[in-house]
Nanobody, 116 residues
Framework: QVQLVESGGGSVQAGGSLRLSCAVS?????MGWFRQIPGKKRERVAD????????YYADSVKGRFTISRDNAKNTLYLQMNNLKPEDTAMYYC????????????WGQGTQVTVSS
């Protein structure tokens, strides 16, 4: 069973930065960050695949967010810079064993609130 534990959320003013962390119980090749606002569909923000380090970013965060992972520490990160009020959401760490399967491992979420 893969366990994911997020940390690093909080409140920040627009233009500020936060770094989210996700501790993983085992090495798993595909990991990502999602976010969700109440009443809206969960949105994929960024993901990264171990072989080759291929990354994906949603258009709304390109140039502002950076996803990375420390395989020695089994930890996934999301560095968020130049935060905007519309980035306010619950952020979830997710994992899957292959890019051809669904995201089936999820953390409990960490809240990010950006004030104007």
């Amino acid at each position: 069973q893969v366990q994911l534990v997020e940390s690093g959320g909080g409140s920040v003013q627009a233009g500020g930065s936060l770094r989210l962390s996700c501790a993983v119980s085992t090495i798993i090749p595909s990991m990502g960050w999602f976010r969700q606002i109440p009443g809206k569909k969960r949105e994929r923000v960024a993901d990264i695949y171990i072989p080759g380090g291929t990354t994906y970013y949603a258009d709304s965060v390109k140039g502002r967010f950076t996803i990375s992972r420390d395989n020695a520490k089994n930890t996934l990160y999301l560095q968020m810079n130049n935060l905007k009020p519309e980035d306010t959401a619950m952020y979830y760490c997710a994992a899957r064993r292959s890019v051809i399967v669904d995201w089936n491992y999820w953390g409990q979420g960490t809240q990010v609130t950006v004030s104007s």
